[in-house]
T-cell receptor
Framework: DQQVKQNSPSLSVQEGRISILNCDYT??????FLWYKKYPAEGPTFLIS?????DKNEDGRFTVFLNKSAKHLSLHIVPSQPGDSAVYFC??????????????FGKGTLLTVNP | KAGVTQTPRYLIKTRGQQVTLSCSPI?????VSWYQQTPGQGLQFLFE???????NKGNFPGRFSGRQFSNSRSEMNVSTLELGDSALYLC???FGAGAGETQYFGPGTRLLVL
C-alpha cells in the first residue's frame, strides 16, 4: 500500500513557465513533508520542506503548498529553467514509535524543462 | 562541511555472493538510513540506525542487514545476492531521528548482480 503517491511519472514544460508537481498521501499521521531533486547518477538533493502546521513555504523559485484536508501537496517552480530537469521525489514523515520518525517516499516525477 | 560519502560507487557481483556497502554521514549526524532505488520505483526504505541501534526496518528479507559504528559510520550487507538486488543503494544521514528532520543523501552505490 503506497502511502505517498506521485501520480504523474513525467511532466514537460517550457523554459520560463511554471512547473507544478503534485503529491498525494493517505496517512493522516504525516506531519512533515519534503521535496527532493535527483539527477542521474547522483543521490537526491533536499529542495524544500513544509511542516503540517503551515500551508505554504517559499524558497526562491520553489514554493510548496500543503492542503491537509485533501491530503495533497504540490511543488511550484517559477520560472522553470532547463537545469531544473530532474526526477522530483515527494517524501513524508510520520511518527514510528519511541522518538523516531520515518520518511516515506513517492516514486518520483521526471520533470523536463525544454529550452 | 563534507557531505555524505558512500563507498564503493560502483560494484559488480555474481549471484550467491555477498556484498558490504559503506556510508559515512555528515559530521555530527547520528542517524543513518538506507534506501534501495530500482527503475520505476521510488526510494524503498531498508533500515535506519541511530546511535548504533536499528530504529526502523523496512520490508526486506533477512539477507539485508546493517550496522552502525560508534563514529556513526554505517555498513549495509547483502548476503546470497540475487539478480533482483541490482539497484542503486542510497544512504542518508540526519542529525537526529525526530520530527522535522531532513535527511541528506550520499551519491549512492550502484550494484549490478550478474
Amino acid at each position: 500500500d503506497q502511502q505517498v503517491k506521485q501520480n504523474s511519472p513525467s511532466l514537460s514544460v517550457q523554459e520560463g513557465r511554471i512547473s507544478i508537481l503534485n503529491c498525494d498521501y493517505t496517512n493522516s499521521m504525516f506531519d512533515y513533508f519534503l521535496w527532493y531533486k535527483k539527477y542521474p547518477a547522483e543521490g537526491p538533493t533536499f529542495l524544500i520542506s513544509i511542516s503540517s502546521i503551515k500551508d505554504k513555504n517559499e524558497d526562491g523559485r520553489f514554493t510548496v503548498f500543503l492542503n491537509k484536508s485533501a491530503k495533497h501537496l504540490s511543488l511550484h517552480i517559477v520560472p522553470s529553467q532547463p537545469g531544473d530537469s530532474a526526477v522530483y521525489f515527494c517524501a513524508a514523515s510520520a511518527f514510528s514509535g519511541g522518538s523516531n520518525y520515518k520518511l516515506t517516499f513517492g516514486k518520483g516525477t521526471l520533470l523536463t524543462v525544454n529550452p | 562541511k563534507a557531505g555524505v560519502t558512500q563507498t564503493p560507487r560502483y560494484l559488480i557481483k555474481t549471484r550467491g555472493q555477498q556484498v558490504t556497502l559503506s556510508c559515512s554521514p555528515i559530521s555530527g549526524h547520528r542517524s543513518v538510513s538506507w534506501y534501495q532505488q530500482t527503475p520505476g520505483q521510488g526510494l524503498q526504505f531498508l533500515f535506519e540506525y541511530f546511535s548504533e541501534t536499528q530504529r526502523n526496518k523496512g520490508n526486506f528479507p533477512g539477507r539485508f542487514s546493517g550496522r552502525q559504528f560508534s563514529n556513526s559510520r554505517s555498513e549495509m550487507n547483502v548476503s546470497t545476492l540475487e539478480l533482483g538486488d541490482s539497484a542503486l543503494y542510497l544512504c542518508a544521514s540526519s542529525f537526529g531521528a525526530g520530527a522535522g528532520e531532513t535527511q541528506y543523501f550520499g551519491p549512492g552505490t550502484r550494484l549490478l548482480v550478474l
